[in-house]
Every structure is written in structure tokens, then in C-alpha cells.
């Protein structure tokens, strides 16, 4: 299972990243079942805050979200080709249903309140997947954004308990998720799902990640 940032894959609406994924989930697919949920990206979140704006519910920005999400997934289906499975799906079961194929299942988001990382820790835990890559813009989990702390420290390796004490102030609205939130993290506790956050700015690093030769580890907890 790979989850990919929405703001790794489409940026600047450049069509050559979605291009360089596919070509890594293609060599990958050659021996593994591969499932991929995508996100949103700068583009989901502007559209969140024009109908925030407009007096939206948070369900409803969510949801606008979402739609986002789900043309992210159309354009990478559309990169991989015949290596995909051509739709979409919308829920669990589908994207269940559609990996029996032995084809490349991308997906977007499913329902208000959770954030496509969530989605991919849920699926992750729906298909019995072995590991969940999670593709972000920064090398790893850090104790506080790296991008504004040159003195952030990276985590080699975490548990699921200890990233629900990071976040336990932490306020959730639509298209402002933290690295992981709490469903995500919550999920990959209970079954023991073997996550590597890492920096997914190089579609090559999927292979990295995968060999566990870079980013953060997160350790089910032993108790």
C-alpha cells in the first residue's frame, strides 16, 4: 500500500512526476500487489478555502477535497495505462474488488473527516497489505516542521503511541492534516501495519523505502 502526497505528485500542474511514479509502480507491480491512494495537494486545499469562504461545512470542504483527490488518482491511472486498473474506486470494497484483477489500484479519498493517509492506513488494513509507504515531502517524521526548524530532529524509527502524544493538541480541519493523523495512526496500531514515512519528491525512493534503507519506521507497539 503507498500513500502519496498530493503536493509530491502534482505540482506547477506538471504532468512528469505522475510520469516517474508510474514507472517505479510498474517495475514494483512485476512482483507485488500494488494499491496507491492519492492526495490533494495545494489544489484541494484551495479549493477547500474558497468554500470555507463561500460558508461551507467542514464536512462539505471535505468532501470538495475528496473530488480533488479522485482526479489525482484519474491522472496517475492515466500515466500507468494498461498497468491500472481503469476507474477509480469509491470505497473499500471496490478497490477490493478491482485488485483481483492483478492491475495497479489508485484511489483517492472516501468520506469527510479522513484524510487520504488515513484512507491508505484503512485499506491497508482492508487487504491485509504487508507494508504502507507513505510518500511525503520531507525525509521523515520529525518533532516539528523542518521547513521552518533548522534544529528539527528526524525520527528513525517511532511507535503508534508515541505519535498520538505528538498530536494529541493538534487541531483537525479539512485539508490541515498533521504527518499521519489520528485515524491513520490509530489504524496502523491495532493491526500492527509496518509504515515507512518518507521523502517521495524521488519516485525512485519507493524502492528505498521499500528495502527500509531510508525514512521513519513506524513500530507497532510492543504492548
Do not use: W
Not at 474558497?50 to 460558508?55: E, M, P, T, V, Y
Not at 498497468?83 to 489508485?106: Q, W
Amino acid at each position: 500500500m503507498i500513500t502519496v502526497g498530493g503536493s509530491i505528485i502534482i505540482r506547477d500542474h506538471d504532468y512528469k512526476k505522475f510520469q516517474d511514479y508510474a514507472k517505479v509502480l510498474k517495475s514494483m507491480a512485476a512482483e507485488h500487489q500494488i494499491m496507491v491512494v492519492v492526495g490533494g495537494g495545494k489544489t484541494a486545499r484551495d479549493y477547500i478555502g474558497i468554500a470555507r469562504d463561500l460558508g461551507a461545512s467542514e464536512a462539505l470542504c471535505d468532501d470538495i477535497g475528496i473530488e480533488v483527490t479522485r482526479l489525482n488518482a484519474r491522472l496517475l491511472i492515466t500515466a500507468l495505462g494498461n498497468d491500472a486498473y481503469p476507474r477509480v474506486p469509491h470505497n473499500f470494497a471496490e478497490a477490493l474488488e478491482f485488485s483481483t484483477t492483478g492491475k495497479i489500484v489508485v484511489m483517492g479519498g472516501t468520506e469527510p473527516a479522513h484524510s487520504t493517509d488515513a484512507v491508505g492506513s484503512i485499506l491497508a488494513e482492508f487487504v491485509g497489505a504487508d507494508l504502507l509507504l507513505n510518500a511525503t515531502s520531507v525525509d521523515g517524521l520529525y518533532d516539528k516542521d523542518p521547513n521552518k526548524y533548522s534544529d528539527a530532529k528526524m525520527f528513525p524509527e517511532i511507535t503508534p503511541k508515541e505519535m498520538m502524544g505528538m498530536l494529541a493538541d493538534k487541531e483537525m480541519k479539512a485539508g490541515t492534516y498533521e504527518f499521519l493523523d489520528k485515524t491513520a495512526i490509530q489504524i496502523i496500531a491495532r493491526s500492527r501495519i509496518k509504515t515507512v514515512i518518507f521523502n517521495g519528491e524521488n519516485a525512485e525512493n519507493l524502492k528505498k523505502a521499500f528495502n527500509n534503507n531510508m525514512g521513519t519506521l513506524i513500530k507497532p507497539n510492543i504492548e
